[in-house]
């Protein structure tokens, strides 16, 4: 039987494009801790050593920081990567995207 609802409907519509928002996150965070084990980790100690770009004023940020988002970047992409996750984001992503 379909689903005619159309709030359901809508729903889906909604859906479909946060869902190719997600394939393209999984790509993002793919290309990032590659370039991270390419090499980029080598720059950044994991430790209170302040990140000198000009914004420490603003948004200060230290080699801790950067270590923390690329662990948890990995702990994402470890998600993303169990068997059959990324078949349920791109079955329903919009293929016009």
Known sequence: MAITNPEAIQFSNE?????????????????????????????????????DDGRVKDTPISGADITNVIVNLIAIQSLLNATGVMDIFTKPSDPLD
Do not use: E, H
Request: glycine content about 2%; proline content about 5%.
């Open 15 to 51: 859906l479909r494009p946060r869902c190719s928002q997600i394939v393209r996150l999984k790509y993002t965070i793919d290309d990032v801790v590659r370039r991270w084990y390419l090499g980029k980790n080598n720059l950044f100690p994991n430790d209170a050593s302040m990140i």
